[in-house]
């Protein structure tokens, strides 16, 4: 092998070398800045909420507040561990997760019925829209004296008053949904000659795909609220019945342990939708494009 060829091959060699080295620094590059901005973001959420944990700490451990009113964030914590260890936390938390699926499944369904209805049919709107509407509107402790008389205080009152939260989100929804698709799509349904059922299949469901999944956003968020508020009336099981069990106990800590769960598991269900609704809203945006 001649030293030209030597040459030649080294210099083949350096340049693979630095193109590889290249590939990786452009792949690190592609990989470090989502997770830069993710930590970006984490950190600014995180921020509120570690202030506040250290004003509350310093207003445990300086007593500026009574410990029966506010115990210390320890205690709060050791609370939480004997709740989750003994299995009751889970438990409870399941029953109202139950509750909220069922109430979800019963309003949204009928909200996402009455929406198409009063969507697609102006006679049906004319007849139901204003007196549904009315009646939905009523706040849900506006109604939950009559439906303790109707349903008692079992397990249908909550489903129901659960159901009733749910109804209206998803019917505005479906309503602006159907209300919104593009006249040109109605068109073509009508010149490939789709019955009313397959224009409802193929063009108007999918058309209002990412309203409903607002809408179904909305009625967790509002059945989630409404279920706490119902458990702390009338209910023998869940995460409501525990806080006002805590309460009525004077164990104040109990109270803050179930205030933490609430919040938290609301906000991984409105995520979760979010992330959902997002995923549907770019295959919309490619089906349209």
Same mark, same amino acid.
């Given at each position: 092998?001649?030293?030209?060829?030597?040459?030649?091959?080294?210099?083949?060699?350096?340049?693979?070398?630095?193109?590889?080295?290249?590939?990786?620094?452009?792949?690190?590059?592609?990989?470090?800045?989502?997770?830069?901005?993710?930590?970006?973001?984490? #950190?600014?959420? =995180?921020? @509120?909420? /570690?202030? *506040?944990?250290?004003?509350? %700490?310093? $207003? !445990?451990?300086?007593? +500026?507040?009574?410990?029966?009113?506010?115990?210390?964030?320890?205690?709060?914590?050791?609370?939480?561990?004997?709740?989750?260890?003994?299995?009751?936390?889970?438990?409870?938390?399941?029953?109202?997760?139950?509750?909220?699926?069922?109430?979800?499944?019963? #309003?949204?369904? =009928?909200? @996402?019925? /009455?929406? *198409?209805?009063?969507?697609? %049919?102006? $006679? !049906?709107?004319?007849? +139901?829209?204003?007196?549904?509407?009315?009646?939905?509107?009523?706040?849900?402790?506006?109604?939950?004296?009559?439906?303790?008389?109707?349903?008692?205080?079992?397990?249908?009152?909550?489903?129901?008053?659960?159901?009733?939260?749910?109804?209206?989100?998803?019917?505005?929804?479906?309503?602006?949904?159907?209300?919104?698709?593009?006249?040109?799509?109605?068109?073509?349904?009508?010149? +490939?000659?789709?019955?009313?059922?397959?224009?409802?299949?193929?063009?108007?469901?999918?058309?209002?795909?990412?309203?409903?999944?607002?809408?179904?956003?909305?009625?967790?968020?509002?059945?989630?609220?409404?279920?706490?508020?119902?458990?702390?009336?009338?209910?023998?099981?869940?995460?409501?019945?525990?806080?006002?069990?805590?309460?009525?106990?004077?164990?104040?800590?109990?109270? +803050?342990?179930?205030?933490?769960?609430?919040?938290?598991?609301?906000?991984?269900?409105?995520?979760?939708?979010?992330?959902?609704?997002?995923?549907?809203?770019?295959?919309?945006?490619?089906?349209?494009?």
């Amino acid at each position: 092998m001649t030293v030209t060829s030597i040459e030649q091959t080294a210099r083949a060699r350096t340049l693979a070398l630095v193109w590889r080295t290249r590939r990786h620094v452009v792949v690190g590059r592609e990989l470090l800045g989502p997770l830069r901005r993710y930590a970006v973001t984490a #950190g600014v959420a =995180l921020l @509120l909420p /570690l202030l *506040l944990l250290v004003a509350w %700490s310093l $207003a !445990a451990r300086y007593e +500026l507040v009574a410990a029966q009113i506010l115990p210390a964030p320890s205690l709060v914590w050791e609370t939480g561990v004997e709740l989750v260890a003994s299995g009751q936390l889970q438990a409870e938390l399941l029953v109202s997760i139950l509750r909220v699926a069922a109430g979800l499944l019963i #309003g949204g369904s =009928l909200g @996402l019925a /009455l929406g *198409l209805a009063t969507g697609l %049919s102006p $006679a !049906a709107e004319a007849y +139901l829209a204003p007196t549904v509407r009315a009646v939905l509107l009523v706040p849900s402790l506006g109604w939950l004296p009559f439906f303790m008389l109707v349903f008692g205080i079992g397990e249908a009152l909550k489903i129901v008053m659960i159901a009733k939260a749910c109804l209206l989100p998803m019917l505005v929804a479906s309503f602006d949904g159907v209300r919104n698709i593009p006249r040109k799509h109605h068109e073509v349904a009508r010149m +490939l000659e789709l019955t009313r059922i397959d224009t409802l299949r193929f063009v108007v469901m999918p058309a209002i795909l990412p309203a409903v999944l607002n809408g179904l956003r909305l009625a967790l968020g509002k059945g989630w609220q409404v279920l706490v508020l119902v458990e702390m009336i009338a209910s023998a099981a869940g995460i409501g019945y525990l806080m006002t069990w805590g309460r009525k106990s004077f164990q104040l800590d109990v109270v +803050l342990v179930t205030m933490v769960v609430i919040g938290a598991v609301g906000w991984l269900i409105d995520r979760a939708a979010l992330a959902v609704q997002a995923r549907a809203t770019v295959w919309a945006s490619r089906s349209a494009g």
